[in-house]
């Protein structure tokens, strides 16, 4: 009888992992950063800044998703103020 190729097992039937497939093929993807201050003031920048757009991006869809009324307020380094508000009755302070 012939077995299927999707068996995990191998030739033997025991459970045992056939040599070469305990360790599964490794898909490339983002890997992982360690989280602490970036000492490259320019790479630093281009971070925030992307970050920024992806925190903002992610703060409308849930406001639109949910129906949630959602408010961000980001400082950068220097100071400058980012923003956003999901509701029209929300008025802004900041100038």
């Known amino acids: ?29 983002r890997g992982r950063i360690e989280i602490k201050k970036i000492e490259n003031a320019s790479s630093r920048q281009v971070t925030f800044s992307k970050r920024r757009t992806g925190l903002m991006k992610k703060a409308k869809e849930l406001a639109i998703l949910c129906d949630a009324e959602v408010g961000v307020i980001i400082f950068s380094s220097t100071g400058k103020l980012y923003e956003f508000a999901s509701s029209r009755y929300v008025q802004t302070i900041f100038p």
């Open 1 to 29: 009888m012939c077995r299927s190729s999707s068996s995990s097992s191998s030739g033997g039937g025991d459970g045992v992992l056939g040599e070469g497939e305990e360790t599964r093929k490794k898909i490339m993807g």
